[in-house]
């Protein structure tokens, strides 16, 4: 039962760090605070669609992506510990990175910029792809669709949310969740660098 336990962890908590649902949420209120609550919520649903959609390719193909790209896992975990330790600095030095990653001009938010890259972006398809090749799809599957899952109940939630922790308290909850991705971010380019110096 530990051992479930710990697989569990293992792959629930880094698919949820990456994806940084939290963080998100103050955001998605902010893009979506004025539409009234059906298209909110097809909105929402396009954003889960995408997310499971993206989330689902690169979890069963990621590794015959690598491979067709002459790519092995090693330099898939330095380059995706690169981009995470660079999206965790950004969020934590220049104080969130989620604006830049989507446009407001359109005001079709759902697939794009909630769906990816705001829930399914750089750090959560690397992490899935890690993952799937330590516990397999199956496991990875169902990890990711919990995290998407619980996202979108949170988004569903958001004005709730802000409200109840205000914006202030979001961002605090943003800087904790962006330390715990710089260190998972350190630890992937650990994993890629140690079995080049064997």
């Given at each position: 039962m530990l051992a479930v336990l710990n697989t569990a962890i293992a792959?629930?908590?880094?698919?949820?760090?990456?994806?940084?649902?939290?963080?998100?949420?103050?955001?998605?209120?902010?893009?979506?605070?004025?539409?009234?609550?059906?298209?909110?919520?097809r909105q929402l649903r396009d954003a889960l669609i995408t997310a499971l959609a993206l989330g689902a390719i690169f979890i069963v193909g990621g590794r015959w992506l690598l491979s067709i790209l002459g790519v092995d896992v090693d330099d898939f975990l330095i380059a995706g510990g690169v981009v995470l330790l660079a999206l965790a600095v950004s969020d934590l030095v220049a104080g969130g990175g989620h604006e830049g990653r989507g446009s407001l001009s359109s005001p079709d938010l759902g697939v794009v910029p909630i769906g990816?890259?705001?829930?399914?972006?750089?750090?959560?398809?690397?992490?899935?792809?890690?993952?799937?090749?330590?516990?397999?799809?199956?496991?990875?599957?169902?990890?990711?669709?919990?995290?998407?899952?619980?996202?979108?109940?949170?988004?569903?939630?958001?004005?709730?949310?802000?409200?109840?922790?205000?914006?202030?308290?979001?961002?605090?909850?943003?800087?904790?969740?962006?330390l715990l991705l710089a260190a998972i971010a350190v630890k992937l380019i650990r994993d890629g660098i140690t079995p080049l110096t064997r």
């Open positions: 792959l629930v908590i880094p698919v949820f760090v990456a994806m940084d649902p939290v963080s998100a949420v103050a955001l998605v209120t902010a893009w979506m605070g004025d539409l009234p609550a059906a298209e909110r919520h990816t890259p705001l829930l399914v972006g750089p750090a959560t398809l690397t992490t899935v792809i890690v993952l799937s090749d330590r516990y397999g799809i199956l496991l990875t599957g169902a990890a990711f669709l919990a995290n998407v899952i619980l996202a979108w109940r949170l988004f569903l939630g958001a004005e709730t949310i802000t409200s109840l922790f205000g914006r202030n308290g979001l961002r605090a909850v943003s800087k904790v969740v962006s």
